[in-house]
Every structure is written in C-alpha cells, then in structure tokens.
C-alpha cells in the first residue's frame, strides 16, 4: 500500500511501536522512587461508615501512606465536583453509596504490599436499605441517598422534556394507530483491555505535578485539577500514553487518579495506581440504564405522524454523566432519528441509585445509543401491527434528500443526508428480498431466523460553544501546525487517541492541506505541554472538531506560504494559484511555469529572503475551531440471525453496515472503527449486562460474569458505504468512531425478535441470552412489564 | 525463591515471591512491557506468552511455574531485525486499533501457523476465541493471520 498525498488508504503509522510490544500505556511509566497506590472499596451498596481503623496498616513495613476520607477533609479534596456539576466523594467519609465506593487508599513500595495492607483496614460499616431497582427510588420512603446535599428529601436529580407536548398529544388523539412499548436499555460497561490508572509526580521544588493517565480529556483534567486541588494550572502537566481503549470510559476523573497525587504530595514520591478488573467494572462510567416507553401514532397506511416518549434514567449514586450544561439527558432528544415526524416530545427524569456513577460512556455520542434504539424498535413494532415489511416502513418514513438541512422537532439541525440511497444499498448487499424468501420457508419448517433492520442517524462532533460545554468549559479545539525550514511538520492537537489512528489520519489532513507526504508530518498529542487546549476525544468528535481545527491550521499556514511565494517569485499574492500536483503542493504565477514548492518556500520564509512589510516570516500557525454544527453521519444496517428455538441460543449469521461519515480520511480505519462498533452491538444486544441482586452486589464484576463477544459470536462483516459530505465541516467530514456502537444493537435485537414473531413475541429486553430468547418463547419475555407512568 | 527462567533467549535469574505472576515478573521484575495485563480471571487474553512453545496467560502462570522453562513475548517475535510474518500481518490488514490486545494476539497467531501454517477463517476464530479484543470485530485480526499464513517467507 502506497503511501496517498493527503486522503486514502494508508497504513496506520503508529503500528510500528505497538506490533512490537513497544506501546507505552500507563502502567509501562516507570520512574526512579515509585511506590504503588491500591484502593481499599466498600462491600455495601448503602452504609454509614462508623469509623476507619487504619493503624495495622500503617504499621505494614512496606506502607508510606494511608489516606482516608478524614485525610482528604483535611485538604477539602474528599468531595470532587462530577462532570455533571455534581460532586463526588473521592474517599467516602460520611456513608458508602455504591459497592466498590472508593474508602481508604494505601501507598506502599510495590503493587502486592499495597494490596496487602487493605486487608488490615478496618471498616466498621452499619448497613442501610438501597435503592437497587430505580422504578422504586422515587418511591415515598425510598432511603434518600444523597442526604450530604443539604435539603434533599428524596432521589430525583432532574426532569427534563423535549419537543412539544402539545402537539405530539393533538396528533396522538386523532391517529387511526398507536403504538406503545416499554423497553429497557440495560446498564453495560465498556470495558477498554486497559483498565484506568495513573502515575503522579509531585515534585516538591519545582511545585510541578506531572500525572501520566489514560485520560480521552487531558486538557480537561489539567483545568479540573487546577480548580479543584487549587494547584496552578500552569504546574500541572497530564500527560495521557498510548490508551488500551477509552470509548468514552476515560473521559472522567476517578477518585483513585485524586489518591495518587494526594498520595504523591504526602510521600514526595511518584506513586502509580492501577485498578484491577473488578474495580473497573464495578467502580468505573457505566453507560444506558435507560428504562424507556416509546409511543407511535401512524395511519393506517404507514406514515408515522408522532412519537412520544418517557424514560426513567438510572444515574446512579452520584451524576457523574459527561455532557453538555444545557442536556441532563444528553442528546437523547434526537430520538426522532431519520424519520419524517411532523410531532414529538420526550421527558426524561433521573434518579440517584445505590450504583456506580457514569452514565455516558461506551461510544453513544451523548446517550444517541439510547434514542436510535428506542425508535429503531418502535418502528419495528409498528410494523408488527401494521402488518408491514420494516424495510419498506422505513423507505416510505425516511427524510428525503431535499429536506436537508433539516431540523427535527426538538430542534436538531441535520446537515446533510441521502438516507434512501443508504438503505436501498444495505437491502441490495443482504440481497433483502431472497432473504424475506429464505425466511418463509424456513419458517414453515419451524425455524427461526429474523431479518433485523436498523437506520440511525447520529450527532457528533460536540460543538458549538454557545449550546456545548462539559462544566462550563467549551467544546472548541485547538490545533497548531509548526513547519520546519526543510518542509517537514509538526502538528499538535488537543485531540487524544485511544485508537483510532491520529498519527495518520491527522498527518493525512495535513498532507492534503499542503501537499506534503503524510510521513512528513508528525503528530503530537496527549500532553497538555506539547499541545493547545480543546476537549480531547470522544463523542466521536475527533475528526469533526479536532480534524476542523487541523485542515483550518493548514490553510493559515498555506496563505502564510503565499505572502512568502509571492516575495520569492516577485509577484502579488493574489496572482498566485494553488495546486497539488505529483510533486505536491505548490504556489504557481498564475498563467506562467514560475512555481514554488511548499517545500521551497517554507526554507525561504526562514532564510534572509527579504520580506514585505507585514509578513513575519515561518510559516507557523495556531487556530482554535469553534464547530458551526454538529455532523450527523447515518447508516443502515442489516442483521440475519438463526435462533434456535430448544435453546434459544442466537447466532448472528450475517451483518450487513452500510456507513455514510461523509468524506473519509482513511477508508481502512473507518471500516476498522465500524467492524469494532458492529461487535458492540452483538455485545451489548446478546451478552453484555452489568446485573445486581436486590442487596446492591454486583454480578457482572468480572469477565466470566460479564460477558464481551470473541471472534465466535462475531460474523464476518459485510461493510458498504456511500458518502454524502457534510457541508459545513472544511474536508466534508463526520464523526464515525461511535456510529457502529449506536446503531448496531437495534439490528441485532429486530433481527431476533423478527426470527420469534411466529411466538407471538413483539419486544424483550437485552440482553437476548438464551434464557431470555428461551423464556420469550415460552410467552414471559423477561422485563416487558417495565411500567413508568 | 530463586528462578531461572529463560526470555526470548535470554536466561534470567532472580529472587522472587512464590505469588508473583508470570506477567508481573515479565513487566516490572525484567521491563517487557509489551505483555499486558487485563482482567486476572484468564478471559482476555492481552497477557498471552508462549511457555516452552504454547500460547498461556501469563496472569494466570506463577513466576515459579516458569522456572527452567523458556518463554517468549512479543519483544522476541522480530529476530536479526526481521518482523515475523505475523506482526507484518496486523499491519498490512489494520489488525490492531489500541494495539493492547495485539502482543497476545501475535503470540497465539504465531503458535496457531507453527501448528497449522494453512488455517482457514473458521481455525482463526477458534484459535483467539480466548482472547478478546474491543476494538476490531476480530474481522481484521483474521485477515492478519490470514495474510501472515499466505507471506510466511515475508521480510520487513
């Protein structure tokens, strides 16, 4: 594979260090002197905390520290605020609010020692009842969890509504169908390989702090720490490695990356902290927990008029969720998705549980996971009672390519779209009405297979600074394009990988932007010393804000060229003419042969080339990219399952993903990004359930408990695209990191209860286990009695 | 206790702790940090070595247990400056995202060519069912191996 001068396939120039084991992760940091952090966590859902013995493990030879709740009182750092402009207990003082609340935290010389010495903490813990299931936590009596606000007599933290109510009722009481259907979208955990951790460094002299995390937001660290440890900003470095997978669980902070600096500033020693599994699971951002009735109203003939919708979000112990100041519910109000509703109008209400805070983790761009399921099902159940096939239900509802731009009824301003095209190319591909065929007549022998169909539209690339924040910073991003006197460049972003391939995709706009080779640029990133401020990655919002940043940097850096060409060409700026030819970039006079390169002219704008009046010289740049809008890519996805009915057991036969993210970069990493998110969705709609007994323990705190799909349960995936560039966006891209995660599981899920509709089956709830496919075919489909009212 | 214990040729002896895992051993006590650690209970896979020839995980092997015997990591897959076939493969396919998977993935390929140097999609997926990997479908990791079983003579 050649190496392409800006957009193509490409290899990924990062492969190199990582196919050699030469990665460096967090807990690859070694420094001279590092002890080693470990986390004493409760055992209960909801207790107080009676008192926090810790003189055995002190005593602990190898033992330098034990910090405690009361410790951190001492500092005013026991409570951190959440991403949520919430707080957060780092170390629990007062009670215990989820099992695996972070209580005590032990520094010791090595990793066994500090494990060690929790066991010779001693808790003196008095239980209390929890709030498990959160259908109960608004309940007259409910225990109240978060009684450390001051007034709180109950569990609600927000009700919040989209759309317009009235309207959405006026067309429900006329329609000539409705529909109703309760589904739950259960809590799962993203579980990246690499767990969370942290190396801090606390140098006593320099009054510097250096903490090395996993984090996909290290800027965003670096202020928070700033604000509240109260350290200045600028003596604090994050420094965030290689990542072993973020997808949005290492956006926030965890209490333990607080302990190894408090723990680094009490020793005067790097101190390192690793969570083990378990504790990432049970401790770390969960995602979903979305209890959701969804209401159609349609004619007779099929065309959806409005949709209606009630969810009851479980946030957990504390509201930890990752969003923007203005949407407590994220963007679930996009939950109109691709379709032509004339009404709608949401309400969400969250509630504090007895379970780990999160909320918006595991690539949904901003709870769109939730919305694209919720009315990806009701579109299948209308179908259902309807009669009609999903796919020609779908074409018949679908915007239309003249309605774009288009704004929905909550007020989503969708940028561009082609969604019939999309679909009718994932229908072709799965050869859709040979598999209708297939269907019957296996379903006349008693078989079961389903066709699933899912259409999404996503919303990425958070955003304009006016409707977008996370705690009141913006989400705009910086870029800075330095290039050297030979031609050579060196990009730097706020943007953090995790993955997803910037070191080539980012090097790609460049190259494009200034007809270089993409292996003259170099990229840095994840160092909030080396690079400008912005939000860091997630919400698939790398490429639509950060990829913005870089092709705008670029082209300063292009005009600067061009006030240097014309001096070195002795001809004015604007008779010049860009172009990129077999030898790259150039400015040309033009009408003539005279010609400069980029090359040529970044070795003259630092030479003693006379320059006119204004033009400084170099060619370096720096620009801050302020996003207009969101991108919104889309996509239709086919799912063929065989589901066999003694067993239940399902087995996802084919996968068909047609992708439209606009113009791509790299076509090989987007199709990579979207195999992975395919795989989450058979994840999340087969296996993936983070599960709780009625006490509050966690019953998914492992990996033989919670189970991820292997290359078994994975098909071969049949991948298509079509591209329809967003116009606002300066390459025409958009986000697609997450688009596969979101829009995968309806598939999946349509598809089985498609092969259980001679059952008589019209919904049940992931995670479709073969109990759950067995017990739906008996006639008690687990959790379709989920009732919000 | 003393252990000697032979790494990618090279033998090492030292004064461990009868608990400390193979991959403690590997990472902190001789700085091969290309084998990772993921989960403790043996299901994902990232702490894959091979053990006198056999992919194990190495969380789940004491140091002890590996005393007298031969390991090989990833660092021991490139020899006189030539990738294996394998490592080739992941990056002529895209066969790796965060690259923590990668080194117990290439480890397990390694072993499944030496056995079998034709294996067909089906054996692939059969041979890294014991692994997990979260960011590529597994799609592109069959194709690496794939690809390393149709270049075994590959150079790079």
């Not at chain 1, 958070?462 to 990009?491: F, W």
Request: with cysteine; proline share 6%.
């Amino acid at each position: 594979m050649s190496t392409p001068m800006g957009f193509g396939r490409m290899h990924r120039k990062e492969d190199a260090r990582f196919i050699r084991g030469r990665g460096g992760y967090v807990d690859d940091v070694q420094l001279p002197g590092m002890l080693y952090g470990a986390v004493l966590r409760s055992p209960h859902a909801h207790a107080w905390i009676r008192s926090v013995d810790t003189a055995a493990a002190e005593a602990h030879p190898k033992v330098r520290a034990v910090i405690t709740g009361a410790t951190l009182a001492g500092l005013n750092l026991d409570w951190m605020p959440t991403l949520s402009a919430d707080t957060q207990a780092v170390l629990a003082t007062d009670k215990v609010r989820f099992q695996g609340q972070e209580v005590a935290f032990v520094v010791a010389e090595d990793r066994y020692s500090a494990r060690d010495a929790l066991e010779l903490i001693d808790v003196d813990y008095e239980p209390l009842d929890p709030v498990i299931d959160a259908r109960t936590a608004l309940d007259e009596g409910a225990p109240v969890i978060r009684d450390d606000q001051e007034g709180r007599t109950d569990n609600r933290i927000f009700d919040w509504e989209a759309g317009d109510r009235a309207a959405a009722d006026a067309v429900f009481a006329r329609a000539e169908v409705t529909v109703s259907q309760d589904m739950l979208y259960p809590r799962v955990h993203p579980a990246p390989l690499e767990t969370c951790g942290a190396v801090a460094d606390f140098d006593k002299v320099t009054g510097k702090l250096t903490v090395w995390c996993p984090t996909q937001a290290p800027h965003a660290h670096r202020t928070l720490y700033a604000m509240v440890a109260g350290l200045p900003e600028h003596k604090i470095r994050v420094i965030s490695p290689d990542i072993g997978g973020g997808f949005g669980g290492k956006v926030g902070i965890y209490p333990g990356y607080v302990c190894a600096i408090v723990g680094s500033i009490v020793t005067g020693r790097p101190v390192k902290w690793m969570e083990d599994r378990s504790e990432n699971l049970m401790s770390t951002a969960f995602a979903r927990d979305y209890h959701m009735r969804g209401e159609v109203a349609a004619t007779r003939d099929g065309r959806i008029q409005a949709i209606r919708v009630k969810v009851l979000a479980d946030h957990g112990a504390f509201n930890g969720t990752a969003q923007p100041s203005k949407f407590p519910a994220g963007f679930f109000h996009v939950f109109t998705g691709s379709y032509d509703i004339q009404a709608a109008h949401c309400e969400v209400t969250g509630v504090y549980t007895n379970k780990a805070p999160g909320g918006v983790a595991y690539a949904c761009s901003f709870r769109i996971t939730e919305a694209v399921y919720l009315v990806e099902r009701m579109i299948d159940v209308l179908a259902a009672e309807l009669g009609a096939d999903p796919a020609e239900l779908r074409m018949k509802n679908l915007l239309r390519p003249e309605q774009f731009p288009y704004t929905t009824p909550t007020g989503w301003e969708y940028d561009s779209g082609d969604y019939q095209k999309t679909l009718q190319l994932a229908m072709d591909m799965a050869g859709y009405d040979a598999l209708r065929r297939e269907q019957a007549e296996k379903r006349a022998r008693g078989e079961p297979m389903g066709i699933g169909i899912s259409f999404f539209t996503e919303a990425v690339g958070a955003g304009p600074r006016k409707h977008m924040d996370i705690l009141g910073l913006g989400m705009a991003d910086g870029a800075e394009l330095r290039v050297h006197p030979t031609g050579k460049a060196v990009l730097r972003v706020s943007c953090q990988t995790q993955g997803q391939g910037h070191e080539t995709t980012f090097a790609q706009i460049v190259a494009a932007e200034l007809g270089i080779s993409p292996d003259d640029v170099e990229v840095v990133h994840g160092d909030t010393d080396q690079t400008p401020f912005g939000l860091g990655t997630y919400g698939s919002r790398s490429t639509p804000v950060s990829g913005a940043a870089t092709a705008m940097v670029a082209r300063k850096v292009r005009e600067r060229a061009r006030q240097v060409a014309s001096a070195m060409l002795e001809a004015s700026p604007q008779d010049l003419e860009w172009s990129v030819g077999e030898s790259g970039g150039a400015w040309t006079v033009a009408g003539t042969g005279a010609s400069r390169t980029i090359q040529e002219i970044a070795l003259a704008a630092h030479s003693n080339l006379e320059l006119p009046d204004g033009v400084e010289g170099h060619l370096d740049a720096t620009c801050v990219y302020n996003p207009p809008n969101l991108t919104y890519p889309f996509g239709a996805y086919i799912c063929v399952v065989d589901v066999d009915p003694g067993t239940g057991q399902v087995k996802v036969r084919r996968f068909v993903a047609v992708d439209d993210c606009g113009n791509r970069i790299n076509p090989m990493i987007v199709e990579g990004q979207v195999h992975g998110g395919l795989a989450d969705g058979v994840g999340m709609a087969l296996m993936q359930l983070m599960a709780f007994d009625e006490e509050g323990n966690h019953l998914g705190a492992s990996f033989m408990d919670y189970l991820l799909p292997t290359a078994l349960e994975c098909p071969s995936w049949e991948l298509g695209e079509t591209v329809t560039p967003s116009p606002h966006h300066p390459i025409g891209a958009k986000g697609v990191g997450e688009s596969a995660t979101v829009g995968s599981p309806a598939a999946v899920v349509n598809a089985v209860i498609d092969a259980l509709a001679p059952y008589g089956v019209r919904h049940a709830d992931m995670p479709l286990t073969p109990a759950a496919v067995w017990r739906a075919i008996q006639g008690d489909p687990i959790r379709t009695d989920l009732a919000i009212t | 206790m003393r252990i000697s214990v032979t790494v990618n040729g090279q033998t090492h002896v030292r004064d461990v702790e009868p608990r400390l895992l193979l991959v403690h051993f590997l990472r902190d006590e001789l700085g091969l940090t290309g084998t990772h650690w993921g989960c403790d209970t043996s299901n994902c896979g990232v702490c894959v070595v091979q053990l006198d020839g056999v992919p194990v995980k190495s969380c789940t092997v004491l140091a002890v247990m590996a005393d007298g015997h031969e390991v090989t990591t990833v660092e021991g897959l490139e020899k006189d400056g030539e990738l294996d076939p394998v490592q080739q493969g992941f990056v002529q396919c895209h066969g790796l995202q965060c690259g923590f998977c990668t080194p117990g993935m290439l480890m397990t390929a390694r072993w499944l060519l030496d056995r079998n140097p034709d294996p067909d999609e089906g054996e692939i997926r059969e041979a890294i069912s014991g692994q997990l990997c979260r960011c590529t479908g597994y799609e592109n990791i069959v194709r690496s191996v794939r690809w390393a079983a149709e270049n075994q003579e590959a150079k790079a």
